[in-house]
């Protein structure tokens, strides 16, 4: 069943305190949260794209089965977040990157040139991707401490499933791919520089 067949996921409760004007000391931090949100969601973006690219693949492998339907499962759960953020930037009035048609082709084309280099490549690019993203929601939740609870707790549970995505992936054969350091490193600039650029654009 495709995402867009599957029944309406249950999204999370969501922060809903506006994003409201106020004194320049504190815009900073309402500017950066603004930043945070856009990123969050261009990245669910480019997740739901590379995860639809490597199934458009896999899909019509003989043998390949398993892992389209493991694909499907985990761009499900990454359409839930990507909705989540959706909602976030309608209710707070944050913009979402002007880059999102760059990284909807850009994440399209990894998930088929990783899944056209086989199982353990598709996996090795799910590590190198969640390994980022691991990293970047950490670093927001240490931002974030005690000022937005809510909006701490959602991402949090983002993250751990992001993780969980990160270890089936390493326990399937991510690290045998072949030239998995290279590709790992290539995947993981990408993705560090597209969070560099959809935090401004």
Same mark, same amino acid.
Do not use: N
């Given at each position: 069943?495709? $995402?867009?067949? /599957?029944?309406?996921?249950?999204?999370?409760?969501?922060?809903?305190? $506006?994003?409201?004007?106020?004194?320049?000391?504190?815009?900073?931090?309402?500017?950066?949260?603004? $930043?945070?949100?856009?990123? !969050?969601?261009?990245? %669910? +973006?480019?997740?739901?794209?590379?995860?639809?690219?490597?199934?458009?693949?896999?899909? &019509?492998?003989?043998?390949?089965?398993?892992? *389209?339907?493991?694909?499907?499962?985990? %761009?499900? %759960? @990454?359409?839930?977040?990507?909705?989540?953020? !959706? &909602?976030?930037?309608? %209710?707070?009035?944050?913009?979402?990157?002007?880059?999102?048609?760059?990284?909807?082709?850009?994440? +399209?084309?990894?998930?088929?040139?990783?899944?056209?280099?086989?199982?353990? $490549? *598709? #996996?090795?690019?799910?590590?190198?991707? =969640?390994?980022?993203?691991?990293? #970047?929601?950490? !670093?927001?939740?240490?931002?974030?401490?005690?000022? =937005?609870?809510?909006?701490?707790?959602?991402?949090?549970?983002? &993250? !751990?499933? =992001?993780?969980? #995505?990160?270890? @089936?992936?390493?326990?399937?054969?991510?690290?045998? /791919?072949?030239?998995?350091?290279?590709?790992?490193?290539?995947?993981?600039?990408?993705? &560090?520089? *597209?969070?560099?650029?959809?935090?401004?654009?």
């Amino acid at each position: 069943m495709s $995402a867009s067949q /599957a029944e309406p996921a249950i999204l999370p409760p969501l922060p809903t305190r $506006a994003l409201r004007p106020a004194s320049p000391g504190a815009l900073s931090g309402q500017q950066k949260i603004a $930043a945070m949100l856009r990123v !969050d969601q261009a990245g %669910e +973006f480019g997740a739901t794209r590379i995860y639809a690219g490597q199934r458009a693949v896999f899909s &019509r492998l003989p043998g390949m089965r398993h892992m *389209a339907a493991t694909l499907q499962r985990q %761009e499900d %759960e @990454e359409v839930v977040h990507k909705a989540a953020f !959706d &909602r976030l930037l309608a %209710e707070r009035g944050v913009r979402p990157t002007a880059l999102s048609p760059i990284w909807g082709a850009a994440g +399209f084309g990894l998930g088929v040139a990783t899944a056209l280099m086989g199982e353990k $490549a *598709a #996996h090795a690019c799910t590590v190198a991707v =969640e390994s980022v993203i691991e990293e #970047h929601y950490a !670093d927001q939740l240490a931002m974030l401490g005690d000022d =937005e609870p809510e909006l701490a707790e959602m991402i949090a549970q983002f &993250r !751990d499933e =992001e993780v969980a #995505h990160k270890d @089936e992936a390493l326990a399937a054969g991510a690290e045998e /791919a072949p030239g998995y350091g290279v590709l790992s490193a290539l995947i993981k600039a990408g993705c &560090r520089l *597209a969070i560099a650029t959809s935090t401004r654009v």
